[in-house]
């Protein structure tokens, strides 16, 4: 029995030793990599959908009334922006320890359809100002995340 | 309904999830709690002048919760970074000693 716990607790410390040198090991000259490098291209692609959802928001606002606001007369808006969203999305996907940042492209993904759908419902000049607020806070936390990223290199 | 009661509710259920991570979390949870606690606002004012549906006031709340989640996912990332940065430290503090001890380059 009690040569039978010394060889388990020799076990345990050489598995501890392996695994402690594998560590190491993978860190290499590099160091270790918890979450994926900075991508200029997700950064350049959240920054140019933010600018695209303002305009649109901005032109609602505006125009709040006219026929030229009515869910109908703007389905190619959603469209476009879908895709726009969706290549984003692939993107990140391709890239190594990306998950967060899929995570929160996901989430942009399901406000963009639920704003399809309160226009559906009728949007009024009160809903834009929560709507901005939404969107522009998802968008910085995004590119705050992925400008973290850049990690300080010396 | 008053929107500073809702964010202190809101953050007092938060810090006793959160747990140690609560310093680097509450300013995010603060910033993402307002913007719920105002979304009911308007949700609120709305519905009492008969000019919201439930199902658009769902729509707006839904909208508020993926945004709060996306800015603590973004807490979460910095973290990692953090957690990167102070595991890559410790092994540069250690790698000439490691290295001249086992005699190749290893780290």
């Known amino acids: 029995m009690i040569g039978q716990g010394r060889r388990q607790k020799t076990h345990i410390i050489a598995l501890g030793t392996i695994t402690f040198l594998f560590v190491l090991t993978l860190a290499g000259c590099s160091g270790i990599k918890l979450i994926s490098e900075y991508d200029r291209e997700t950064d350049i692609a959240v920054t140019a959908f933010q600018k695209k959802m303002e305009r649109f928001l901005i032109f609602l606002e505006r125009n709040i009334g006219k026929e030229k606001v009515e869910y109908k007369n703007n389905t190619g808006f959603y469209d ?34 639920n704003l399809e759908s309160i226009h559906k419902l009728g949007i009024s000049q009160e809903d834009i100002p929560p709507l901005r607020t939404a969107f522009n806070g998802s968008c910085t936390a995004i590119l705050k995340l992925e400008l973290t990223k850049k990690r300080d290199t010396h | ?65 993926n945004t709060s989640k996306t800015v603590m996912l973004t807490l979460e990332g910095l973290e990692l970074v ?17 290295n001249k001890t086992l005699g190749f380059l290893l780290i």
């Open chain 1, 80 to 113: 476009g922006i879908r895709v726009d969203l969706s290549a984003i999305r692939v993107r990140a996907s391709a890239i190594p320890k990306n998950e967060i940042t899929i995570q929160q492209i996901d989430l942009l993904i399901k406000n963009v359809g």
């Open chain 2, 1 to 65: 309904m008053d929107v500073s009661e809702l964010v202190s509710d809101m953050l007092i259920a938060a810090r006793d999830v959160l747990g140690r991570r609560w310093p680097e979390a509450k300013g995010y949870a603060e910033t993402a709690f307002v913007q719920i606690a105002e979304a009911i606002l308007y949700i609120e004012t709305q519905r009492a002048l008969g000019k919201m549906s439930q199902e658009k006031a769902r729509l707006h709340l839904d909208i508020q919760k």
């Open chain 2, 82 to 98: 953090a957690v990167e940065a102070a595991i890559n430290a410790a092994l540069k503090v250690i790698k000439d000693t490691i």
